[in-house]
């Protein structure tokens, strides 16, 4: 198998040059490739239906003898028109085909074909149009049906598959061992690939599929486990002595006691010898920043360096910020890399770190660059991991020599779902706010309601508090969707014209935007007018009003994420949803939020409601795409796989007993064609 990866599209008969692109295009540039383009559904032919009785509208398998052969007709725009008609002895089909003149070849009269299409119908007779048909006596029983492109039809991709399965070597290089197959009651390749192509029965074709999706499972946690470096070596940074008890010290507040769980559970792993891998589940505003600063603490207490990687700029200078003022006072030297820091600076601040005069380095994706080379790189955290890729995460971690990696994520996702994405990790998950939060009230209104809203955001302003709105564009388009730049003007010209109005976007240089942000969290802002860029991590505790424009235009986590940025402090706030969408979806969606704020079940209606595989695009988990299992619903073979990987890896984590080369073929295809 691992030979036909190697072998390009183009070697197939049939398959030409231009063709050859548009297979490169599906993600079939080679023959083993083609082999895993596997059909995203079937045609059942088994069981054809009277012309008569046929459903109308929904495709389905007619078994008719022609009785007239195709004709040509001239129609308008240089169409070509063919007709046929069949029969099954008791009915008449007419059917019609455009442009089409292989079937006056095909089709030939008093022979028998199944016909697959969809059937329409008036009082005087029933038709099919461009049907796809097969002679009666070789046509198979199921049909693939492959997704397909611009020039490229299912059948064709059928057609190529069929001379690529004559490719197979015999006997096949199964990359399962025959012991495990054997073990989990799963069939060869061989038989797996012909049958999810071409299944002979419904029954080969779900064996065909239990046997792909294992498969496919175990190369990705196969994948995750070499690429997080999870490892049963011993760490070279295990902490001698825990501090936790003299960094509570310096905390402005008392921890949750979820807060401490999680640090005692990070704990053990940073003092137990082996690399730790742990991720911290928490909903918004729950105090992750607290646990990661108090194992960076430790850390460093050990003599180690840390490094905190955050998704954006704004986040990574408020860490910094937060961390700076924390830890300081404790001898720690905090440095801060992002990607608009000038040239001359960062140049220091990487000799700085690479003789250990900095401890706990943080910063965006620009702390992965190959020029920053730290002293003792013991502990790597990564904030809202979902953001960066598996990837980037284990090019961080391959700096320090297997350093420990923390991983925050405030997107709550059911335990097994973390594993399919983190791949074998340990989990804390902080299950608790901290003391003295009131709850943050949720409303959806229409647009009418606007000037009202104003006024409540003019209460609060004189209260002392200050306002978030959220606009989905920038500069005015033409659509009716409200942008920044004519919100800000409106608000200083009209609607709350004594108030102090700001505005934060992404086309901002970054100086511009730190200036903002910071004169926000000083309390020197009223209102700030932002898009999304404030959804992640932002703390101002005195912000309480999230004012949500367009609000239709968000997902359920997205909002739960920038509702999230209020009811941080001890003041009671308020969430309030703009929207004139009439849609369901939508509604349900606003519905959904006014009655919950609980993190987790909005994930899971998050889930449900968009399907797992916008939940988790690809972007968003950073992981290469599936071709077969499907996140949600495999869970079982997902835990089966998981624990055969974890196996096979403490035995052989390079994959390169004789057994295992074939594993190791697979892993290597899959991670190569996934662009992170
Ligand atoms: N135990 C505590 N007692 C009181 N306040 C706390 C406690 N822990 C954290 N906080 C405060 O709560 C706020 C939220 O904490 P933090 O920013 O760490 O949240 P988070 O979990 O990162 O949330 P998000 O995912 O929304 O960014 C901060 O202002 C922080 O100082």
């Known amino acids: ?32 490739a083609l082999l895993r383009l596997y059909p995203r559904a079937y045609e059942d032919l088994s069981h054809p239906s009277p012309i008569r009785t046929a459903p109308l509208g929904t495709p389905c398998a007619i078994r008719a003898t022609v009785i007239q052969a195709p004709r040509e007709t001239r129609i308008r725009g240089g169409m070509t028109l063919y007709k046929a008609r069949a029969d099954d002895g008791e009915s008449t089909l007419e059917l019609t085909f455009f442009n089409n003149r292989f079937v006056m070849n095909l089709l030939r009269e008093n022979e028998t074909y199944l016909f697959y299409g969809k059937v329409t119908a008036n009082f005087l007779k029933r038709e099919m149009a461009s049907p796809e048909f097969y002679p009666a006596e070789s046509c198979p029983q199921v049909l693939p049906v492959y997704r397909r492109t611009n020039g490229l039809s299912s059948r064709m991709i059928g057609n190529a598959v069929r001379e690529a399965l004559r490719l197979l070597p015999d006997p096949i290089r199964d990359p399962i061992p025959p012991m495990l197959r054997k073990e989990h009651s799963l069939p060869r390749l061989d038989f797996a690939l012909k049958n999810i192509h071409f299944p002979g029965d419904m029954e080969s074709l779900a064996l065909a ?8 499972l175990l190369v990705l946690q196969l994948g995750l486990l070499k690429i997080g470096g999870r490892s049963r070596s011993r760490s070279r940074f295990q902490l001698q002595k825990d501090f936790t008890a003299e960094f509570y010290s310096l905390l402005p507040f008392s921890p949750t006691e979820a807060q401490k769980r999680a640090v005692r559970e990070a704990m053990a792993d940073l003092l ?20 990661a600063a108090a194992l960076c603490h430790s850390a460093i207490r050990n003599g180690m360096q840390a490094a905190l990687m955050a998704p954006t700029e704004i986040l990574a200078r408020q860490h910094a910020r937060t961390l700076s003022a924390l830890l300081s006072p404790a001898g720690i030297r905090v440095g801060l890399l992002t990607g608009s820091l000038p040239a001359a600076e960062k140049k220091k601040l990487r000799a700085a770190l690479a003789c250990g005069e900095i401890d706990l380095l943080i910063g965006t994706h620009a702390l992965i660059s190959a020029e920053v080379k730290f002293l003792r790189l013991g502990l790597v955290v990564t904030d809202e991991q979902h953001r960066f890729g598996v990837t980037q995460r284990a090019a961080l971690a391959a700096k320090g020599g297997r350093p420990h990696m923390l991983i925050m994520s405030a997107t709550p996702i059911p335990r097994t779902l973390a594993l399919m994405i983190y791949g074998d990790l340990d989990l804390s998950v902080l299950d608790e706010l901290p003391p003295g939060r009131q ?29 978030y709105i959220i606009c989905p564009t920038i500069e005015e388009g033409g659509s009716d969707m409200a942008s920044v730049t004519a919100y800000t003007e409106l608000l200083k010209n009209k609607w709350l014209p004594d108030c102090r109005i700001a505005m934060l976007h992404g086309k901002m240089k970054p100086k511009e935007k730190e ?48 509702r999230g940025r209020i009811g941080r402090g001890t003041h009671a706030s308020a969430c309030i949803l703009i929207s004139a969408a009439q849609n369901d979806e939508a509604l349900a969606r606003l519905k959904i939020m006014c009655s919950t704020s609980d993190g987790f079940h909005i994930a899971e209606e998050d889930l449900k409601l968009r399907g797992p595989g916008d939940f988790f695009g690809n972007r968003q988990h950073g992981l290469p795409d599936l071709r077969i299992a499907d996140m949600m619903a495999d869970m079982g073979p997902l835990q089966e796989a998981q624990s055969v990987a974890k196996e096979i890896f403490d035995s052989d984590p390079e994959l390169s007993l004789p057994e295992h080369r074939g594993l190791r073929a697979e892993v290597r295809q899959l991670f190569e064609n996934w662009t992170d």
């Open 1 to 32: 198998m691992a030979s036909l990866y190697g072998q390009e599209i183009q070697t197939l008969k049939g398959v030409g040059k231009r063709r050859a692109e548009l297979f490169r295009k599906l993600g079939a540039p080679s023959v083993g």
């Open 209 to 216: 599929r239990r046997r792909l999706i294992f498969e496919e």
């Open 272 to 291: 137990g010898g082996f690399p730790m891998n742990r991720l911290i589940q928490g909903d918004v505003g729950s105090g992750k920043t607290a646990v």
């Open 439 to 467: 709850k943050t009230e949720t409303y959806a209104v229409t647009p009418d309601y606007r000037t009202r809203v104003f006024s409540f955001v003019k209460k609060q302003i004189q209260k002392g508090r200050q306002s």
């Open 515 to 562: 200036a903002v942000m910071d004169r926000f969290s000083r309390g020197e802002t009223d209102v700030l007018v932002s898009t999304t860029v404030v959804e992640v991590g932002v703390d101002v505790p005195n912000a309480t009003v999230m004012l949500v424009e367009n609000a239709e235009r968000y997902g359920l986590s997205q909002l739960h994420q920038l």
